[in-house]
Nanobody, 120 residues
Framework: VQLQASGGGLVQAGGSLRLSCAAS????????MSWYRQAPGKQRELVAI???????NYADSVKGRFTISRDNAKNTVWLQMSSLKPEDTAVYYC???????????????WGKGTQVTVSS
């Protein structure tokens, strides 16, 4: 199983970016998909989460500015980031809690991070 994230880059404060992450490989079902981020010198933190039923939850710091969405058929999750602030600068990681078979358990897989830099 591989998770490939893309869409990071350099943007000015107030700007927008859209991250995407696709899970591929031997996958039976994807339960939950999430975005985390890690700024230099800080712990990795949860940014947003979405279930296969479409329920979402966000970190307080991004509520009203970020939107998470997914396409279950494509095992893909997006993070639309708007009104970006310098404090949003971090490496963003996607992950997926998924099953590789009908009878298998749920395991978490992580993608490689994508850098988001917001200049003031």
């Amino acid at each position: 199983v591989q998770l490939q994230a893309s869409g990071g880059g350099l943007v000015q404060a107030g700007g927008s970016l859209r991250l995407s992450c696709a899970a591929s490989g031997s996958i039976f079902s994807v339960e939950v998909m999430s975005w985390y981020r890690q700024a230099p010198g800080k712990q990795r933190e949860l940014v947003a989460i979405i279930t296969n039923g479409g329920s979402t939850n966000y970190a307080d710091s991004v509520k009203g500015r970020f939107t998470i969405s997914r396409d279950n058929a494509k095992n893909t999750v997006w993070l639309q980031m708007s009104s970006l602030k310098p404090e949003d600068t971090a490496v963003y990681y996607c992950n997926a809690d998924l099953k590789r078979s009908r009878v298998g358990g749920v395991n978490r897989y992580w993608g490689k991070g994508t850098q988001v830099t917001v200049s003031s």
